[in-house]
C-alpha cells in the first residue's frame, strides 16, 4: 500500500513548516498514512453541495439540463472543488442533440494505475427542474467522498477515478462517449464501476445493483453492519450510467433510493415512509429542489459509497 507521493510528502512538509512557526508541534509531521477504514461523510458538506446546485439551477432558468447554462455552472462548481483538493480533471467534450455536453473526470494521483475503481454520478437534471434528488444526491455524495480521500491523503493500492456524466436524461449519452473512447485496454483497467443515481429519494428504498457479487457483497455488508435492510435493484438495466460500463464487461454496482414507483406496505415496515406513495413524487418535476431530500437516505448512502470506495480500492 503505497503510502506517500513526492508532491503530496512536499506537501506534508509545508503543513509541518506551518505547524512548526506556530509552535503548534514539536515532533516531526506525522506521514501521510491510508486510512484503516472509510471516514463517515458529513452529510451537512453533501447538502452544502445541493444547496450550491439549487442556487445554480435558480440563476440559470430553473434546471441544470444538458446544453443549458445550469449545466456548466454546475460542472464548473464541482471542477473548482476537485482542483483545489489535488485532483487531476479533465473535461470531456461532446455533442448531443445539437448542443455541447461534458463528462468531468478527476483521478486522484497515485495507485495502480492497472487497477481503477470509478465511482460515477449523472450531474445533469432535466429541463423541467433543478434534479437535485436526480441527481445532484449522487453527484454530491461522489464529490464529498473525493473531498474526504483528500482530506485523508488517502494513499489506496488502486487508482481512484471520479466521474460526473452530461447528458444522462437523454439516454445515457456522457457515459456512452466516455465508454465508447476508452481503448479497450483502458477498459481492462477498470476494476469496479460505481453508479449513484438517486441517493437522497424523500420516501426512500435502500436498493442495492446486483449486477456483480463482490460489489453487491460490499454495500450489503456495509448496510448490514449499520442495520439497515436492502433489497436488490433490479430495475436499473439500461436506465442509468452503470450500463455502458456493464456492456462491455466491466463489474458495476451502485446504490439507489428510489424513483417513481410506488413503495409497498411491506418496505414502508421495514424502511419507514409511507406505503402507496412513490419513492419520490418529484421525480423529473419541477419540485425536484433542495427540500426533496431525505437527509437520513442521503446519509446512509453517502457512508456507504465511502466504504465501498475505501474496501474496494485498498
Ligand atoms: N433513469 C434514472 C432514474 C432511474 C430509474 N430507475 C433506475 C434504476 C437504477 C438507477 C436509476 C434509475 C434517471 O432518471 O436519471
Ligand atoms: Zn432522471
Ligand atoms: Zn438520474
Redesign the pocket.
Same mark, same amino acid.
Given at each position: 500500500m503505497k503510502l506517500s507521493v513526492p508532491g503530496r510528502a512536499a506537501g506534508v512538509v509545508v503543513a509541518a513548516v506551518t505547524l512548526l512557526t506556530t509552535g503548534a508541534i514539536t515532533g516531526a509531521a506525522p506521514a501521510p498514512t491510508a486510512a484503516a477504514a472509510a471516514p463517515d461523510i458529513p452529510v451537512a458538506n453533501v447538502k452544502s453541495h445541493l444547496a450550491q446546485l439549487q442556487s445554480i439551477a435558480t440563476a440559470n432558468g430553473g434546471n441544470r439540463a444538458h446544453g443549458r447554462t445550469g449545466y456548466k455552472a454546475s460542472i464548473d462548481y464541482v471542477k473548482a472543488k476537485l482542483d483545489a483538493a489535488g485532483f487531476t480533471t479533465t473535461l470531456q467534450q461532446f455533442t448531443s442533440s445539437g448542443r455541447t455536453g461534458y463528462n468531468l473526470i478527476a483521478d486522484w494521483p497515485g495507485g495502480d494505475a492497472n487497477q481503477v475503481v470509478m465511482a460515477g454520478s %449523472?450531474l445533469d437534471s432535466v429541463t423541467a427542474g433543478p434534479g437535485i434528488n436526480? =441527481?445532484g444526491s449522487g453527484s454530491a455524495a461522489i464529490l464529498e467522498t473525493a473531498l474526504a480521500v483528500s482530506r485523508a491523503q488517502y494513499q489506496p493500492t488502486k487508482h481512484l477515478r471520479f466521474a460526473w456524466w452530461g447528458a444522462? &436524461?437523454l439516454g445515457m449519452v456522457g457515459s456512452k462517449y466516455y465508454v465508447n473512447n476508452l481503448s479497450s485496454a483502458n477498459r481492462a483497467k477498470i476494476s469496479d464501476y460505481l =453508479?449513484f443515481?438517486?441517493i437522497g429519494s424523500p420516501n426512500p428504498g435502500y #436498493?442495492v /445493483?446486483d449486477d456483480d457479487p463482490t460489489i453487491e457483497k460490499t454495500f450489503k455488508d456495509y448496510f448490514a453492519g449499520v442495520g439497515i435492510a436492502t433489497e436488490p &435493484?433490479t &430495475?436499473?438495466d439500461g436506465?442509468?450510467d452503470h450500463s455502458p460500463f456493464k456492456n462491455v464487461g466491466i463489474p458495476v454496482g451502485?446504490l #439507489?433510493s428510489g424513483?417513481d414507483y410506488i413503495k409497498t406496505a411491506a418496505q414502508a415496515t421495514k424502511w419507514g415512509g409511507t406505503s402507496g406513495q412513490a419513492f419520490d413524487r418529484c /421525480? %423529473?418535476a419541477s419540485c425536484d429542489t433542495a427540500s426533496n431530500i431525505d437527509d437520513t437516505a442521503l446519509n446512509r448512502n453517502a457512508d456507504a459509497l465511502a466504504y465501498a470506495v475505501w474496501t474496494l480500492s485498498s
Open positions: %449523472h436526480d =441527481n444522462e &436524461e =453508479n443515481d438517486m #436498493f /445493483y &435493484e &430495475e436499473g436506465r442509468s451502485g #439507489f424513483a /421525480y %423529473h
